[in-house]
């Protein structure tokens, strides 16, 4: 039986397969486009990015330039279709 974290890496990896690149790679395009340290990808499901903001005040700003993000995601990541913005309530 393989250890645990290989399961999750490979379970990732198939995950992340289609949609052009790795769970590291969306992060990272998002910082670049969104000139943005406090807000991070939180997930993706059904097409949908889940980005997490640290505050409601910086949910508000990112939801403004929403479809800004979305065109620039998707020259990257064609599988994008919409993205949500959450507050992290941790």
Known sequence: MDPIKNI???VIG?????NGGS????QTVW???SK????RVAGFKDGCLIISADSSMRLVKLNL???IFLKELQKEFPLIS?????????
């Open 31 to 33: 910082e670049k486009i």
């Open 65 to 67: 330039n929403r479809d």
């Open 82 to 90: 919409k993205i949500s913005f959450k507050v992290n309530t941790r």
């Open 14 to 18: 198939r995950m992340s397969s289609g």
């Open 36 to 39: 943005d340290q406090s807000s």
């Open 8 to 10: 999750v890496s490979d």
């Open 23 to 26: 769970f590291q790679d969306i």
